[in-house]
Structures are given as structure tokens and as C-alpha cells.
């Protein structure tokens, strides 16, 4: 039978708690920009590892790659939530970021199709499945570590800060495309300049590993060490232990399948999209995508602390609601116009609806769980779910673009906001009954 905490326990620090969720958000901000790299600077290396004159099927192999990497998303979940059940979250947010870093050092220095042949397109793979096993701990473990050291009343607001680093990470890919883009020609960027994203992403993924060996390990992780005595056995982590919850499991996928969809359909296909399929130039499309992802990351800590006031369930109804009757109209408009502020409005427009997961996505899912299942609760669940519909998002769009019929795959992102707003609908509150607030 679980308890509330006492309310006489001495309560930490709010400095304590902002250090604490800066270590963590550092690491995720370096983990993020080295993933989404890749998606940020495909259009010029897309035909180094697949050569061909036909632009959208070179997109549809990295596109494929693309959407291969989040197939190692749940193994890195399930790995990496289980040691971080077992281990803590600190010791598994540094290995995470380890993996990382060999992920992007492989790709930079992997040679092209035309040196060594189909040996380029399979490192390219090697390197995106070692990624993909470390975001998918990446996500369970900082969304875990994150809702776990914020204040009580609070936690909407400080894990919101997940996704501010996540869209600032691809921020800071977009921000070093924009600067490559002023110093080198297009020639120079699509012949060795794209390397450099991840030179840089290897060498700051080794800084990160470093700086978080200092961080502190969550409180509600040390109390069950302290309650449990040795975390390394029994059911912490465990498969076992977590199909104990079969409702909660289920709700984490309800819950991810529309957001996933609609998040990767908006914050990186549409830059393929506004290029290959609007016409507007590569350059423009960098600026939109760069402003649009500003606004949308500043959103997040708003949403969040929003949502401790009135509640998850609210945003929720409003990215569900939204997203299954304006996805179509906005990704129609957003395919014919020429011009850049309107589509930028446009992308504006679906990151805004988007929030409305993504600023509370992981507080509603650790509020699920208890302590000794949590990080792969939150993860395995999660990573499944964006394996299977998030990762093949662009996939699925490229491959109807090549068949004659890309705007089915409008009606696909907004059928998935009905499926999630079906469960959004008939949800618990989870604010209300938290298990963070137990022990």
C-alpha cells in the first residue's frame, strides 16, 4: 500500500532543483542535436551514400535509415531503462551519452559511396542503430531524472524542459547549417562540410559525458535504494515488474501515437516537405524551420506550467482535438504557397498544436509508474510506440510522394491524433494521482 510523503521531510532547495534539471538538460540538449543532425543536413549528404539523379529517392534511403534508427529505440529503452531501474539514472544518462558520441564520430568519418562502395549506406546504418540505442535510454532516463527532481507543484514545468532542449538540440543543428551555409559553398557542404555537424556532435557528446559523472543522483531513486537496499536484484527494471501495469503501458502508447507522428511530420519532414514539395529554396527553408523551432521551444516551459495549474488532460484534448481537424488544411497550405512567411505561419501553427504533448508528455508518463519501473515505463512503452509510427513518418510521407499520392499522408497524421484523442478522452487525470508523490 503506498503512502503520501511526509510532509515534514525537508524540502530541496529550488537552486538545488534548477542545478539539477540544467545537468540534466545539458547532456539531452547535446544527445538531441546529434540525432536530429542526420535529419537536419540529409539534403546533403543524402547522395553521398545513396547515389542517384533522382532527389526524392536518395531522400527515401536516408529517409529508410532514418526510420531504421528508431527500430533500436526500444532495445535502448528497455537496456538502458532497466540499468537506470537498477543502477540510477545518473550512471545510465552517461553511458547514453557515450553511445552517442561513437554514433556520430562513425558517421563523420565514414567515407562516401564512391570510395568504398556499399560499405558507405551499411556504416551509415551501423552508426544510426548505435544512435538509436541511445535515445531511446537517452528519452526514459532524462524524462525519468527530470520529473523525478523537480519540485512538487512543479513538475509540469521543469520536465517540460525535455523538450526545450530536445528542440533545442535541433536548433543547434539548424543554427550550425545556417552558419556552413554562409561560409561554404553548396558544393564544399555536400561534398565533406556536412561532416562537421558531426565532428562537432561527437566532441560535445565527450564533454557531456564528463560533466555528468558530477551530477546528483534523484531523490527518489536514492529513497528506494534506501528502502529496497540493493536495486540490482529483484523486480527494478524488470519486464516482470512493468507488465504489472498493463493499463499504463497501454496509455504510454495511446498517448505517444498521435503526438510522435504529428511532432516528427512538423519539426522534420516538413523541411523536406517545403523544399521538395513547395519549392522553396533549401536556404529559406533552414530560417523557417530554425524560427519556428525558437518559438515552439520557448512554448514548452509555458505548456508546462500551464499544466499544474489546470491540468495534463486539458493540453492534451487540445493537441488531440486540434491535430485531427487542422493537420490536413495546414500541411495542404503549407505544400502550395511560395511564400516563406506563410509557411512559416503555417509550421508555426502544427509546432503550436504539437505542444500540447510534447510540453507534458514525459511528466504524464513517469507519473505512471513507481520508482522501481519507472525509467522503463516511461521508455520501453514510448520507444516502441516511436519506432513504429514515428520513425517511419517520413518514410511513409517520401514513399507516398514518389507514388502520386502524398496527401494520404495528411489524413494518416490526423487519423493517429483521432486514435490518441480517443484515449486523451477517457484518461485519468494524472496529476491527481501521482506516483511521484508516493513511496
Known sequence: MTTRINEATPPVSERRVIGNVLRGSIGNLVEWYDWYAYAAFTTYFAKSFFPTKDTTAAFLGTAAVFAVGFLMRPLGGWMLGRFADRFGRRTALVLSV???????????????????????????????????????????????YLSEVATPGKRGFYSSFQYVTLYGGQLLALGLQLILQQILTEKQLTDWGWRIAFVVGALAAILVMYL?????????????????????????????????YPKEVALVVGLTLGGTIAFYTFATYSQKFMENTAGIPRKTVTWILFSAILVAAILQPIAGKLSDRIGRRPLLMFFGIAGTLLTVPIMTLMGSTKQPFVA???????????????????????????????????????????????????????????AGHESLFFYYVAGCALISLIVYGTMRETSKSSELEKK
Not at 358 to 371: G, M, Q, Y
Request: proline share 3%; aromatic share 8%; hydrophobic share 45%.
Open 98 to 144: 557515450t553511445l552517442m558520441a561513437f554514433g556520430s564520430l562513425m558517421i563523420a568519418l565514414t567515407p562516401g559511396y564512391q570510395t568504398i562502395g556499399i560499405a558507405a549506406p551499411i556504416l551509415l546504418l551501423v552508426a544510426r542503430l548505435i544512435q538509436g540505442l541511445s535515445v531511446g535510454g537517452e528519452y526514459s532516463t532524462s524524462a525519468t
Open 344 to 402: 512559416f505561419l503555417l509550421m508555426l501553427a502544427g509546432l503550436v498544436i504539437v505542444t500540447g504533448y510534447t510540453s507534458i508528455n514525459a511528466i504524464v508518463k513517469a507519473e505512471l509508474f513507481p520508482t522501481k519501473i519507472r525509467a522503463i515505463g516511461v521508455g520501453l512503452p514510448y520507444a516502441l510506440t516511436v519506432a513504429v509510427f514515428g520513425g517511419t513518418a517520413e518514410l511513409i510521407a517520401q514513399a507516398l510522394k514518389k
Open 212 to 244: 555528468r559523472r558530477g551530477m546528483d543522483e534523484s531523490e527518489s531513486f536514492e529513497a528506494e535504494r534506501a528502502k529496497g537496499g540493493d536495486t540490482k536484484t529483484g523486480e527494478h527494471g524488470t519486464l516482470r515488474a512493468l507488465f504489472k
